[in-house]
C-alpha cells in the first residue's frame, strides 16, 4: 500500500469512492488529512486522512473506501493538532474518531 503525502494533492482534484461514485473534491490539504467539499454524495464537508487512498490519477483521488463506507465514518472535524498538541482530550477525541496523531513518536504514520 502507497503511502500518500499532502505534496501528492493537488486543490481541487476530483475524489472518487471505490464504487466510482463522484464525492466531491479537495478543499483544503493539511499533513494528516485532506477536506473534501461536499460533492454529489457527501451532504457535509468531510475530512480524510490520506490512509484512505487506494491511487492517484491526474486529476483525481481513488478513495479505497465506497461510498457507503465513506457515509458510515465520522471525520466531520479535523484534529487541530498544530493548537493541541499533547492535549490528552483531543488526542482521545482523534483516537475514537479513527484519526492518527501525526505528532506522535512512538507510533508514527508517514
Known amino acids: 500500500m502507497a503511502k500518500w ?3 501528492d494533492l493537488r486543490l481541487h482534484m476530483r475524489v472518487v469512492s471505490a464504487d466510482g461514485e463522484q464525492v466531491g473534491h479537495v478543499g483544503k490539504i493539511y499533513a494528516d488529512s485532506f477536506l473534501v467539499h461536499k460533492g454529489y454524495l457527501f451532504p457535509i464537508d468531510r475530512y480524510l486522512p490520506y490512509r484512505v ?4 490519477e491526474e486529476n483525481e483521488i481513488h478513495l479505497a473506501l465506497s461510498s457507503s ?3 458510515d465514518v465520522l471525520w ?3 484534529p487541530d493538532y498544530e493548537h493541541h498538541r499533547g492535549d490528552p482530550l ?7 474518531h479513527g484519526v492518527n496523531n501525526p505528532y506522535d513518536k512512538h507510533n508514527p504514520t508517514n
Open 90 to 96: 483531543q488526542i482521545f477525541y482523534d483516537e475514537g
Open 69 to 71: 463506507q465513506i457515509e
Open 53 to 56: 487512498i487506494a491511487r492517484l
Open 5 to 7: 503525502k499532502p505534496g
Open 76 to 78: 466531520q472535524k479535523r
